[in-house]
């Protein structure tokens, strides 16, 4: 009828969507400690710039799998986005996952603050968004400006190979000696169980004894939230999934 009536179409014109959807943002939740090499999913503390622009191609696909007038307008979608990691300073980040693609932090292209303490801001907040640019002290981070989702606006499933705390005290350079972190998961003074330095023995031995057996060890761990270990910004929140192993 919208033929005879005038010159329209039966094609229903799909709409943008108008938010950015992800996979996982909490606030408060619990930032993990990772020692060694693991692979770590992250916790979206903050977005902005999402855009849907549309796209030169069409869907061109009806009812019945045809082509023509059950087709639509199609969008490109991007957002920037930054994602908390784990406790830092963290030596940096290996493998890349997102959805079924695997490839390494230029291919996405994104940026990895390491956390070390007073870390700046991404110079690309300060300058579009300097209102709520973060260095988030203390926090490893990655950072993708205008990441481009495709035909999509949900963000991919990440997770990263996080080059963790003490990583290269192990015999296999890329995991953690055991009495390493026996030591600084009692004694650190920021996310340590406030166990004191002068009371705890000399761990040398034990030390070298993992050194020759090449015990070493990867673990992702959640400490408690009364070590005021938390996520400080976020969106909208479903439950966030931390991984890791402990190969001790």
């Not at 849907?52 to 045809?66: M, V």
Request: aromatic residues 10%; positive net charge.
């Amino acid at each position: 009828m919208g033929g005879i009536v005038g010159a329209g179409s039966n094609a229903k014109q799909q709409k943008a969507v108008g938010s950015l959807q992800f996979q996982t943002s909490q606030r408060g939740g619990v930032i993990p400690l990772v020692y060694g090499t693991t692979r770590v999913t992250p916790n979206l503390i903050d977005y902005d710039d999402f855009k849907g622009a549309p796209s030169s191609q069409q869907s061109g696909i009806g009812k019945g799998g045809g082509g023509g007038k059950g087709g639509g307008q199609q969008y490109k979608y991007s957002a920037s986005v930054i994602m908390g990691v784990c406790q830092g300073p963290i030596s940096g980040i290996g493998t890349v996952w997102w959805d079924k693609n695997v490839g390494v932090l230029s291919s996405l292209p994104a940026a990895v603050y390491l956390g070390s303490d007073g870390q700046a801001a991404d110079p690309y907040w300060e300058t579009r968004h300097a209102a709520k640019a973060l260095g988030y002290s203390g926090t490893a981070t990655i950072v993708a400006n205008n990441f481009a989702m495709g035909n999509t606006a949900t963000l991919p499933n990440f997770s990263f190979e996080v080059e963790g705390l003490l990583s290269p005290s192990g015999t296999n350079g890329f995991d953690a000696n055991p009495a390493a972190v026996v030591a600084d998961f009692l004694t650190n003074p920021r996310y340590g169980a406030g166990f004191p330095e002068t009371s705890l023995g000399d761990l040398s031995l034990y030390s070298a004894y993992c050194q020759a057996l090449a015990w070493c060890c990867r673990q992702c761990s959640i400490p408690s939230k009364k070590r005021n270990n938390t996520w400080q910004i976020s969106s909208k929140s479903p439950t966030v999934p931390l991984c890791g192993r402990a190969d001790c």
